[in-house]
């Protein structure tokens, strides 16, 4: 038999199982990618836990009555921790808390956790209370707003996985510093400069994620300086998505039945802080799909700062005679 006629044999003995091969790659690499969903359940965590490009990411913080101690003593096996309220995921600027970090502080803050562009990071809050959701989806959209592609929330947080009677351990896991190079995605957020051109011209829904009193003017936040809220705004509470029962996100149907009495169209989030309203930008733009839909991280605490900002308040002179003598907020 001649060379290229051996070779032609061997070839075709071969070509099967290079075709089964790379058809098992391309399953493989599928499998991947459709497994990047905005919310995973605990059992898709439990099957993926030692994948090497998942980074399991506790940001349990003083907010849901946890931090550090709450980590050490229990956590994800390989977890690593970052409190969502001291490490660094909000910052002071311009006199103003709990804004977005600078693209330096933010390549630093991701890149010390071990985080590259290879990464899927599964952020995983307590699971206790709406608010605590907020944590996560705050941190979800900060490090998509960074340029990390693969993002995910665990779906019910840590209590959800302690449930389940998965395995934990306690102490702390090191991370591995990476080096990060942002690519920021300022299409998922919107700067004062924005909210102001939509409160004069229209353009887009804003949408304020507070409870009813905060949107009324009826309460504040100690920390914003007015009340009342941004004209033209339309309230969706962000505990309306929220079970309060599960301790998770309401199923798919309910959240797109609260959904659906919103205008269509171009959207903008706020809350007190940027903090509830990154639930509402969550289930919007994540989870039900909606283009076009940012989040105004500076919100009430930016915009109430200045008092020639306009603000529309069913707030009375009997509320503030109330609050005065003590009776009221």
Not at 26 to 45: F, H, I, K
Not at 192 to 218: N, Y
Not at 270 to 297: I, M, P, Q
């Amino acid at each position: 038999m001649s060379i290229p006629t051996a070779f032609r044999a061997a070839f075709g003995f071969l070509r099967p199982l290079l075709v089964a091969a790379l058809a098992s790659l391309a399953l493989a690499g599928a499998a991947r990618a459709e497994s990047v969903t905005p919310l995973v359940p605990v059992g898709w965590l439990k099957q993926h836990l030692n994948d090497p490009q998942v980074l399991v990411l506790d940001i349990r913080s003083a907010i849901d009555g946890g931090g550090a101690e709450a980590y050490q003593n229990g956590h994800i096996p390989g977890a690593i921790h970052s409190d969502y309220d001291k490490a660094g995921w909000r910052v002071t600027r311009g006199g103003v808390p709990f804004m977005l970090p600078t693209l330096a502080e933010l390549e630093k803050l991701i890149g010390e956790l071990g985080i590259d562009e290879d990464s899927h990071v599964v952020v995983v809050p307590a699971g206790v209370h709406y608010t605590d959701f907020g944590s996560a989806a705050r941190t979800y959209w900060t490090l998509k707003v960074a340029g990390v592609s693969k993002v995910s929330i665990l779906d019910g947080g840590y209590a959800a996985w302690a449930a389940a009677h998965n395995a934990t351990e306690t102490g702390a896991s090191k991370p591995s510093p990476k080096i990060f190079s942002a690519t920021p995605n300022k299409a998922l957020l919107a700067e004062r400069a924005d909210v102001q051109m939509i409160e004069q011209s229209g353009g887009a829904t804003l949408i304020d994620a507070r409870p009813a009193s905060f949107f009324s003017g009826k309460q504040k936040a100690p920390a914003v300086q007015a009340y009342g809220h941004i004209p033209g705004a339309v309230n969706v509470d962000s505990a309306t998505f929220y079970d309060d029962k599960a301790n998770r996100l309401k199923p798919q149907a309910e959240l797109a039945s609260i959904a659906a009495t919103l205008p269509a169209g171009p959207a903008v989030t706020y809350c007190n802080t940027g903090h509830w309203a990154a639930t509402d930008w969550f289930v919007l733009s994540e989870l039900l799909g909606r283009k076009d839909v940012r989040l105004y991280y500076g919100s009430m605490i930016e915009w109430a700062s200045d008092a020639s900002r306009p603000l529309a308040s069913a707030r009375t002179k009997w509320d503030d005679l109330k609050k005065t003598l003590g009776f009221g907020s």
